[in-house]
Structures are given as structure tokens and as C-alpha cells.
DNA sequence: CCTTGACGTAAAGGAAACTTTACAATAGAA
DNA sequence: TTCTATTGTAAAGTTTCCTTTACGTCAAGG
């Protein structure tokens, strides 16, 4: 899983601790998801894609991952 | 969050069981899910609606939940 | 009847997502 | 230089997602 987090974020000139803000997530949630350290839950990923407008489709880009 | 996942499913004549499988999830978890006891993790939206030939938007609408 | 398939519940345990706190590094502005 | 904003790491703890196991119900077919 691929994602433009951090594009989406810049290009809406918002800091890490400013969107977790407006998503009601901590600042380690946005560097994780950023950082593709987890994906996020199926809900954050709709509030996302909402706050730029866009699709969960546009901003998370699924790939097959390896099984462990 | 609700989901039509129940409904897509039997729209392609599958069982729960057969569905969790070619998932590669528990049948609990396609229980929990379309009885909408928790939301599924991004990456298992994406094989859902993979599965079905459709955006995660179409079988999941989000809608603002109330906070414990 | 009895069996089989499909759907459901419950409970305990493990894994993934998320939180809080604390600290470090860099860059730009005063 | 010093201050502030921004991004990053790490660790420990909670909550949510998912698994496994076991058992209950109902309908359809033998």
C-alpha cells in the first residue's frame, strides 16, 4: 500500500500537527501513515480523503503486500 | 459507517464462507463486518471491493459516528 | 426423520492501529 | 545566537480488528 499523504497534505499547505488537529488523530498517526508504517483504519482513511476532496482511491494506492 | 457488503456478496451467488476465503479472512470477520460490528482495515476494503469491480465508496458509506 | 449448508452468537487470544509522552534535529526568522 | 515551527524517533499502553474454537438455529433434500 502506497499513499500521496504527504503531497495531498503540502499541496493544502497544512503541517503534520495541523491535520492531525482537524482530524481528531495525534501527530504520530499522520507521521506513521506518512512514513508507511500502517495503513489507516477504513474511517481516517474516508476523513482524509474527504478533507482534500478527493477519493480513498486518489490518496491510497493498493498494491498486493508479501504475506509475512 | 454502513455497508452493502451482504448485498454485493449475494448479487455474486457467495456464501459467506466462500467469500472469507477467497479473501483469506475468518468467516467471523465477514460476519462482523456486514453485521457493521467494526469497519474492515483499509487494505481488506481494498479486496472487497476488488472482488466486486467496484470503489471502496461504493460498498462502504461513511457517515460521521458519534464519539464514545 | 437425519444430514448438510448457510448464517448466527460468544469468548479468549493475537496482531494492527492509535495514543501519549519525551526527546532530537533541522531550518528560518527575530 | 536564540526562538519557534516542523519533522522525526522511540517506547509503553489502549483500542480496534481479526482469528480460532465451539456451539445454536433454521431451511432444504435425502
Redesign the interface.
Known amino acids: 500500500?502506497k499513499n500521496r499523504l504527504a503531497e495531498y497534505r503540502k499541496k493544502h499547505a497544512l503541517s503534520q500537527d495541523k491535520l492531525a488537529d482537524h482530524l481528531n488523530v495525534s501527530r504520530q498517526t499522520i507521521i506513521s501513515i506518512e512514513k508507511n508504517r500502517y495503513?489507516?483504519?477504513?474511517?481516517l482513511?474516508?476523513e482524509i480523503a474527504?478533507t482534500f476532496g478527493v477519493?480513498?482511491?486518489d490518496i491510497?494506492i493498493?498494491e498486493e503486500?508479501e504475506e509475512s
Do not use: H, R, T, V
Not at 495503513?39 to 474511517?43: D, G, H, Q
Open positions: 500500500m495503513s489507516p483504519s477504513l474511517p482513511a474516508f474527504k477519493l480513498i482511491e491510497f493498493y503486500e
